[in-house]
């Protein structure tokens, strides 16, 4: 085996894993916002959401 291999080999492995990480945290926010849509839809809401008018009076 010659020396490129081994640094072709590593950016290659390196490059995946970015990829994989990257991909993962896309689909989890796709997952969190989907869990948030049906809590919302639900009638559960966030604390951070201002109330609105009718919450008020």
């Known amino acids: 085996m010659s020396h490129?291999?081994?640094?072709?080999?590593?950016?290659?492995?390196a490059a995946f894993m970015i990829l994989a990480i990257i991909?993962?945290?896309?689909?989890?926010?796709?997952?969190r916002r989907r869990e948030l849509a049906a809590l919302e839809a639900s009638g559960i809401r966030r604390r951070s959401q201002r109330p609105s008018e009718n919450e008020t009076k």
């Open 4 to 13: 490129p291999f081994y640094v072709f080999g590593s950016y290659g492995f």
């Open 23 to 31: 991909a993962w945290i896309w689909n989890d926010g796709r997952l």
